[in-house]
């Protein structure tokens, strides 16, 4: 089946510094890929979405210039949380669209982002 | 208001009992309906999609059931697991443009099975 990896799983960083999220489509091409935040007990919001070779979307109350998408290709899309605060700590999530019939979509297994 | 309400927050059972789960919706139209377990710390995986002229579809343990007139879908697990402690979460999409995201995800159930 489509397989996501998100890379990585768990990541702690200092506040100011920046952080990069990968998420690659394994065995298809993903022309699209959506990026999610999700705080504990709370269900997935989505922040912004990307597609290969165009400027992401960003959902409204979501800064842009903090958190950089890249869709450079069809296999990998990079999330970058700049000049990260420890409101930023947060569990983070990509997923893709890989079934164009029941617009099946598949999840990366998610990153745990933890600013001190 | 969420346009996808799940019930209950949470839920603790023992092993082998089963267990539904509720999820009413008020978006309208919608294309389908999915159900998805997350585990602690990990991505949602889905365990069943169905569109608005489906009724019931099953995966294995996992029995989800979709009344598009009341707008309810639930999810039935048979004969529960440890391994089934995860939260569970419906989203509903409706019909746009291939490659469009327009999911409404639920808030969760978060089950617990006990020994």
């Known amino acids: 089946g489509a397989v996501v990896s998100q890379h990585p799983s768990r990541v702690i960083c200092k506040s100011g510094t920046s952080v990069k999220i990968e998420c690659r489509s394994l065995d298809f091409q993903a022309t699209t890929m959506f990026w999610y935040r999700q705080f504990p007990k709370q269900s997935l919001m989505l922040m912004a979405t990307s597609n290969e070779g165009s400027k992401a979307t960003y959902e409204q109350g979501v800064e842009k210039d903090k958190f950089l998408i890249n869709h450079a290709s069809l296999t990998l899309s990079t999330l970058t949380v700049t000049s990260a605060h420890p409101e930023d700590s947060s569990f983070y999530i990509c997923?893709?669209?890989?079934?164009?019939?029941?617009?099946?979509?598949?999840f990366g297994s998610g990153t745990r982002l933890t600013v001190v | 208001k969420n346009q996808v309400e799940q019930s209950p927050q949470s839920l603790i059972i023992l092993e082998g009992k089963n267990c539904t789960l509720q999820c009413n919706y008020t978006v309208s139209p919608f294309s389908n309906l999915r159900w998805y377990k997350q585990d602690t710390g990990r991505g949602p995986v889905s365990l069943t999609i169905m569109t608005f002229s489906e009724n019931t579809k099953s995966n294995g343990r996992y029995t989800a059931t979709l009344d598009a007139d009341t707008k309810q879908s639930s999810l039935h697990i048979t004969a529960s697991q440890l391994s089934d402690s995860a939260s569970y979460i419906c989203v509903v999409s409706v019909p746009v443009r291939s490659n469009n995201n327009d999911m409404r995800f639920g808030a969760g159930t978060r089950l617990t099975v006990k020994p």
């Open positions: 997923s893709a669209p890989w079934d164009s019939v029941y617009y099946g979509y598949t």
